[in-house]
């Protein structure tokens, strides 16, 4: 996204913070990328503000050296740089590791399908090292969301495409991976090996954020890409993989539900995965979604994120005690975000900004 002088800066009276440039012979642009987001400022030009994981772009700046300082993450750093009339200076901030560069961005690398642990650009499946989280890629497609004659809020079925591709975690996240990030374990049914559940959509989204923040400074993560809820269109084409996710003798074999769970929270990964490699998608523990819960709007759409407002966010899967007719692919319930259960767990998207939804 640009931003507009006008937008970044605030409680200024400047021409500069009013979106207009100030007078003067010859200028140059100044352009800002910040992949972890981080606070702004540049004294001599009225700019302050906050940057949150987007590019800032000023143009008609004055010819002249300036200073600027980034703050966040506890630390604060300062770089100082020149305008050049009728060129671009660039800069890429990373707050998170103290680093200013100056110049052109690098250029992710080019997918070639070879196993990079940690690079999602170049590689059908990678695992986060400290974690342990294995990530799945999915291409993008399209597919008939939701079910007719079933349940109310699964009509009406909507034709949806996803135009990019995403990752998806192989497994919901384990009580190991969550205290990895987390230092802590909410669960219910205590264990390493199962998906940790009791935890609040915000608890998820919480999780995400620090892992985003934990791969950004070991260097494994790409400018413009975050871990984050998965949408439920994204949720529903993985789970389909190409099928209709909705036979129960599939389902005795994909995964944990009420006639062979014997009541209980099971490890996490030990059923058959489906045909795209993801485990534990019907059944075990169910999980959030990034979505608020709402109507399907029929029809063709594309990238579907869902409604910005809500009262409900979505969950999806079913759990280890839901019959089999609620361990759907289409199944959905809605849930306040700060609620928990015992049987609601989640799992991680991995995208991009221009993905959708992420920005709700």
């Known amino acids: 996204m640009i931003f507009s002088a006008a937008l970044l800066c605030a409680h200024t009276t400047s021409a500069w913070a009013q979106g207009t440039a100030p007078a003067a012979v010859a200028d140059g642009a100044l352009q800002i ?32 050296t ?11 750093i300062s770089h100082t740089f020149s305008i050049v009339a009728g060129q671009t200076t660039r800069l890429t901030v990373n707050i998170a590791q103290g680093k200013v560069r100056e110049g052109d961005a690098a250029a992710p690398a080019a997918a070639t399908g070879t196993e990079k642990p940690g690079n999602p650009l170049a590689a059908r499946s990678f695992q986060l090292p400290e974690v342990g989280i294995t990530m799945i890629a999915v291409a993008p497609g399209t597919f008939l969301m939701g079910a007719a004659g079933t349940l109310k809020n699964e009509a009406p079925v909507t034709k949806a495409t996803i135009t990019r591709r995403y990752w998806l975690s192989r497994t919901e996240v384990t009580q190991a991976q ?11 049914a205590v264990a ?26 070991a260097g494994r993560l790409p400018e413009g890409y975050f871990y984050v809820l998965p949408l439920q269109a994204q949720w529903e084409f993985a789970c389909r993989a190409g099928g209709d996710g909705s036979r129960e003798d599939e389902l005795a074999t994909l995964g944990w539900y009420k006639a062979n769970s014997g009541g209980k929270v099971s490890p996490a990964g030990r059923r ?58 289409a199944s959905r319930i809605g849930e306040e975000p700060l609620k928990t259960h015992p049987n609601v767990g989640f799992r991680v998207a991995l995208m991009t900004l221009a993905s959708g939804g992420a920005g709700k």
């Open 66 to 76: 300036y200073t600027a300082s980034f703050a966040g993450f506890n630390r604060e």
């Open 33 to 64: 990328q910040c992949p972890v987001a981080c606070r702004i400022s540049i004294p001599a030009l009225s700019v302050k503000g906050d940057v949150a994981q987007d590019r800032l772009m000023l143009e008609h700046v004055p010819v002249g």
């Open 272 to 329: 058959t995965p489906n045909a795209w490699g993801f485990l534990d998608m019907r059944g075990n523990v169910a999980e959030w979604c990034f979505d608020w819960m709402a109507p399907y709007p029929g029809g063709t759409v594309v990238d579907y994120a869902g409604p910005g407002t809500g009262t409900q966010r979505v969950i999806r899967g079913g759990a280890y005690d839901f019959p089999a007719l609620t361990c759907r692919a």
């Open 192 to 217: 390493p090996d199962q998906p940790v559940e009791r935890v609040t959509w915000d608890d998820a989204m919480l999780f995400c954020q620090r892992l985003t923040q934990h791969e950004r400074e």
């Open 178 to 188: 969550w205290g990895t990030v987390m230092e802590s374990n909410p669960s219910h």
